[in-house]
T-cell receptor, first 117, second 114 residues
């Protein structure tokens, strides 16, 4: 069975500091996808990134960057120069083998990030 | 603008009552999903549907029912059999086809017991 662990329940940092959110996953499949979503106070989940298991290149998008390491089954998310608008709950999720009709997501329990002005 | 609309935003249920949560999407997505979110927990899958007139149970389907009569709509009924229905319910949709397209989410419905 697949599992996603976000060990950091809550993190608080002062604005402009960098912060890394950890995500560790378990799966028996060799083909899988990893996702990060942001849930602001308004409640909806906002898609941030999708990564497949064959692409271990790190990715950067503005102040956001992701570090995917298959050797440690981790997919960590770093926010550089944090801003108050980054305050939200962040979820890491895993989807196994892309079989048609089996694209379910397993979510971690989320990390609540608070940026202190 | 394309998106997912969930209604109502807040819903209250009396004991022994069934209630239905609405979810409509105009993204032309084939797949739709219902999740339940409890405080301090991740999202848990209730039901999902990959195509009209077909749906599958997720991890916590007991006490819930769904229908998928139209591509755009995937209503969720919380029945009286669901003994602990207080939660935040999120609907999502995605393309299908084997590439694990990201799911797009609605704003959610918060259900409480009177």
């Amino acid at each position: 069975a697949q599992k996603v662990t976000q060990a950091q329940t809550e993190i608080s940092v002062v604005e402009k500091e960098d912060v890394t959110l950890d995500c560790v996953y378990e799966t028996r499949d060799t083909t899988y996808y990893l996702f990060w979503y942001k849930q602001p106070p308004s409640g909806e989940l906002v898609f941030l990134i999708r990564r497949n298991s064959f692409d271990e290149q790190n990715e950067i998008s503005g102040r956001y960057s992701w570090n995917f390491q298959k050797s440690t089954s981790s997919f960590n998310f770093t926010i550089t120069a944090s801003q108050v608008v980054d305050s939200a709950v962040y979820f890491c999720a895993l989807s196994e083998s892309p079989n048609f009709g089996n694209e379910k997501l397993t979510f971690g329990t989320g990390t609540r990030l608070t940026i202190i002005p | 603008d394309g998106g997912i609309t969930q209604s109502p935003k807040y819903l209250f249920r009396k004991e022994g009552q069934n209630v239905t949560l609405s979810c409509e999407q105009n993204l032309n997505h084939d797949a739709m999903y219902w999740y339940r979110q409890d405080p301090g927990q991740g999202l848990r899958l209730i039901y999902y549907s990959q195509i009209v007139n077909d749906f599958q149970k997720g991890d916590i389907a007991e006490g819930y029912s769904v229908s998928r009569e139209k591509k755009e709509s995937f209503p969720l009924t919380v029945t009286s059999a669901q003994k602990n229905p207080t939660a935040f319910y999120l609907c999502a949709s995605s393309k299908v086809g084997g590439s694990n397209q990201p799911q797009h989410f609605g704003d959610g419905t918060r259900l409480s017991i009177l």
